[in-house]
């Protein structure tokens, strides 16, 4: 899901609107579901739900006199006086807390960017606000992210929709258009199984004509690239934990996985200029924002925190509190470095990564047994391939950083929780993705940090049924069997590899609903409080967050969203709650209603 490279739906109409509602609520739900069949639809998606709000709500502009007291509540101009200011109160009959003794309060005030009373209704000398018919819930928080290559997908080539050769042509050409003649082509996000599950070759890229081009898979663990970015490699042998995938005759296809990837291709591959890095983190943060997530644990090279995030963060442009998580992996580990970095409440350094097999898409996740529709049993990588993983977690560990270690396969996972055992006592290692686990390992995870993100279930639970066969359901996204075994639940995305919307991650987790519209693992199901939990509470104890993010009592910073419906009552089948508000230490980022798109707020510091 990692990697070492930054790399229209319409609204509908009338008669689509009436055609739906006569569906059944299952099938309606069904339908609905399928029809978003690619993360980047999902993407764009909360746009699209927010643009519908508007004309629903009659918001659009010289529509003022139609609009309700809701609409009124969040108008522009009123939150281009709030934002302004970080003291204010705030009244809401359905504030959510996360407090198991009192999970509802009806008001709070804010000064100096932090709560400092629950239940009193007068401000302390500023801005009020009341939401009624709106519920409120603590800042979503998102333990897994990848925040400024998430950002320069923004400005990439986008290849989830292309079904087939000839929409590799058509969308690349396009692409090509707006390019310059010396600039490569980088592109991402294609799927095989959009097609008929043939791995592309060199010759799918051949729109790019002479210019280099390369267009990374999905899950970005392997990527594709023509003959002219061939010619700048050397593809004589294969790499340790990689494969460059061959023709009968032993000529490159142009197909590198793994490794091959990331250590052959990857430093080849210009590098993003200042500008472009610092406009997507900007992006980056905007998106996150729009979709309620105001604490983001982002996986990152030094070298982008330094040059990106700590100028960003220090301007006051870094509107999203970011727990970054460092992916040098080379030995001597650069700990000098990252300790001369300081840490505040918007950004800080918690752990080094590492990764210890590759991807169920890839058929690389390293499993016990053989894949269904392989010889293959994928491969361990890096420090687990080497025998190392132990000893580099100890480092990690003695430095006082916390080991974040990607295990997809059941066998990697477990080459993880070994190597854990014998050395964090603490219980300090973050297990990432944890997609498919041995039925005999579960109970060893308890009081451990299992980062898991429930979106890549929608996409990969279809995938793991064929790949996997049915006599291993049991032991895929297993949400609900780590949470009985006690282990310490934390949600995320794996922006850009999926989609960054958490509340469309809560839907899955809480339904088992896939792309494909079907139900899978039902038994591992959440009911909507663990759900919410993960995304708040349980992502802010595996960022090591101690500052109260992730509830909303006295004293914890102001990082709170408003949504439109009850998420611990609403019908996940038929929809997700969607963002009206999202407030990050008491001053608006982010409001669905500002149709003059004032929400981007970097420019506020106070």
């Not at 005030?109 to 009624?132: N, W």
């Not at 491969?379 to 006082?400: D, I, K, Q, Y």
């Not at 854990?420 to 300090?428: F, S, T, W």
């Not at 990432?432 to 898991?452: G, K, Y």
Request: hydrophobic share 40%.
């Amino acid at each position: 899901m990692d990697s070492l490279v930054n790399s229209p739906l319409e609204s509908p109409g009338a008669a689509q609107v009436a055609a739906c509602v006569a569906l059944p609520a299952a099938e309606h739900a069904r339908r609905s579901f399928a029809q978003q069949s690619e993360s980047a639809a999902w993407e764009r998606g909360h746009r699209l739900r927010n643009q519908r709000q508007r004309a629903a709500r009659g918001t659009t502009q010289g529509s003022r006199d139609s609009r309700s007291s809701h609409e009124d509540r969040y108008s522009p101009r009123r939150w281009k006086y709030l934002r302004a200011m970080t003291n204010w109160s705030v009244n809401c009959a359905n504030i959510w807390t996360g407090d198991p003794l009192r999970p509802w309060r009806r008001g709070m005030t804010i000064r100096d960017g932090r709560i400092v009373s629950l239940d009193e209704g007068s401000a302390p000398s500023s801005g009020h606000s009341a939401f009624t018919g709106s519920w409120i819930l603590p800042g979503l928080i998102d333990a897994h992210a990848h925040l400024l290559m998430g950002g320069l997908t923004l400005q990439r080539l986008d290849l989830s929709a292309a079904r087939s050769r000839d929409d590799f042509d058509r969308l690349i050409d396009a692409h090509c258009t707006t390019l310059t003649a010396d600039q490569w082509l980088e592109a991402f996000g294609w799927n095989e199984h959009n097609w008929n599950g043939a791995r592309p070759d060199h010759s799918w890229l051949r729109a790019a004509g002479a210019r280099p081009a390369v267009a990374w898979r999905c899950d970005q663990h392997a990527a594709l690239v023509n003959e002219s970015a061939m010619g700048a490699l050397d593809l004589r042998t294969d790499v340790a934990g990689g494969t460059i995938v061959r023709e009968v005759h032993g000529a490159p296809t142009g197909l590198l996985l793994e490794q091959a990837a990331w250590q052959l291709l990857a430093p080849r591959i210009p590098q993003p200029s200042l500008t472009s890095r610092a406009r997507a983190c900007s992006e980056a943060c905007n998106h996150l924002l729009s979709v309620g997530v105001t604490t983001v644990g982002a996986m990152e090279y030094l070298d982008q925190i330094e040059q990106v995030l700590v100028p960003a963060r220090d301007a006051g442009r870094l509107t999203v509190r970011v727990a970054a998580t460092v992916l040098d992996r080379v030995r001597p580990l650069p700990f000098a470095r990252a300790r001369a970095i300081r840490g505040d409440d918007f950004l800080r350094i918690i752990g080094f990564k590492s990764f210890a097999d590759g991807t169920l898409g890839s058929s690389t996740a390293a499993m016990f047994d053989r894949y269904c529709d392989s010889d293959s049993r994928g491969s361990l990588m890096e420090h687990a391939l080497e025998g190392t993983l132990t000893e580099w977690m100890r480092e990690v560990l003695e430095a006082n950083y916390s080991p974040s270690v990607h295990a997809i396969g059941d066998r990697a996972l477990n080459e993880v929780l070994q190597a854990a055992v014998a050395c964090d006592l603490m219980k300090r290692v973050r297990f990432e993705h944890a997609q498919t686990v041995h039925p005999d390992s579960i109970a060893r995870f308890r009081n451990r940090l299992v980062s898991m993100q429930p979106f890549h279930k929608a996409g990969d639970a279809p995938l793991a049924r064929t790949r996997l066969g049915t006599h291993r359901d049991n032991r895929c996204f297993q949400f609900r069997s780590f949470l009985t075994a006690g282990a310490r639940l934390a949600f995320g995305s794996d922006w850009p590899i999926a989609s960054a919307d958490p509340l469309e991650g809560m839907r899955v987790a809480i339904t088992g609903l896939a792309l494909d519209g079907k139900v899978y693992g039902a038994s591992a199901n959440l009911t909507a409080h663990e759900a919410i939990t993960a995304y708040t509470q349980g992502a802010a104890e595996c960022l090591d967050d101690s500052s109260g993010a992730g509830t909303l009592a006295i004293g914890s910073p102001a990082d709170f969203i408003v949504v439109d419906r009850n998420p611990l009552a609403c019908d996940w089948m038929d929809e997700a709650p969607q963002v009206l508000t999202t407030v990050v230490g008491g001053i608006v980022r982010y409001d669905a209603t500002d149709t003059a798109g004032n929400h981007d707020t970097t420019a506020a510091t106070a």
